[in-house]
């Protein structure tokens, strides 16, 4: 069994290996040894280290990328889900965020073409009152 999803996930919660031993009742070395591949835990035991990192044991145990949704301080926001399995709240979450952001460009790109306009209004307003330099001539507006 590849153990490595058990340390990473337990990184990103931001748990101690002191901590999960304490939880499941063995020693800090033991559960160092389940991390590391030297032991394998059991059935039992693998249930319970999922459940302190809010996954399922199919989630540590599958091949498949584990996808974690976590807030930006690495909390947990959503249970754990694998690769394709995406919860619709997380959907409508992102949905928002996303619908939010779009709107905020479309402001902004209305923003800037109303400038463009008032930029290049000023410029024309500016050409046509400032006298010509040496050596060239005025041209009518438009051409």
Do not use: W
């Given at each position: 069994?590849?153990?490595?999803?058990?340390k990473?996930?337990?990184?990103?919660?931001?748990?101690t290996?002191?901590?999960?031993?304490?939880?499941?009742?063995i020693?800090?070395?033991?559960?160092?040894?389940?991390?590391?591949?030297?032991?394998?835990?059991?059935?039992?035991?693998?249930?319970?280290?999922?459940?302190l990192l809010?996954?399922?044991?199919?989630?540590?145990?599958?091949?498949?990328?584990?996808?974690?949704?976590?807030?930006?301080?690495?909390q947990?926001v959503?249970?754990?889900?694998t690769?394709?399995?995406?919860?619709?709240a997380?959907v409508?979450?992102?949905?928002?965020?996303?619908?939010?952001?779009?709107?905020?460009?479309?402001?902004?790109?209305?923003?800037?073409?109303?400038e463009?306009?008032?930029?290049?209004?000023?410029?024309?307003?500016?050409?046509?009152?400032?006298p010509?330099?040496?050596?060239?001539?005025?041209?009518?507006?438009?051409t």
């Amino acid at each position: 069994m590849n153990t490595s999803k058990i340390k990473r996930v337990r990184e990103l919660r931001r748990l101690t290996q002191a901590y999960m031993a304490m939880r499941l009742g063995i020693e800090q070395s033991t559960y160092s040894r389940i991390e590391s591949g030297d032991i394998a835990p059991g059935a039992e035991r693998l249930e319970r280290i999922a459940a302190l990192l809010n996954v399922t044991p199919e989630d540590l145990t599958s091949r498949d990328p584990l996808m974690l949704v976590v807030d930006k301080g690495g909390q947990p926001v959503e249970p754990s889900v694998t690769a394709g399995m995406v919860s619709e709240a997380f959907v409508k979450q992102l949905t928002e965020q996303l619908s939010h952001v779009i709107q905020e460009q479309q402001l902004l790109l209305k923003a800037v073409q109303s400038e463009r306009g008032s930029i290049l209004e000023l410029m024309r307003n500016y050409l046509e009152r400032r006298p010509p330099a040496e050596g060239e001539e005025r041209r009518a507006a438009g051409t």
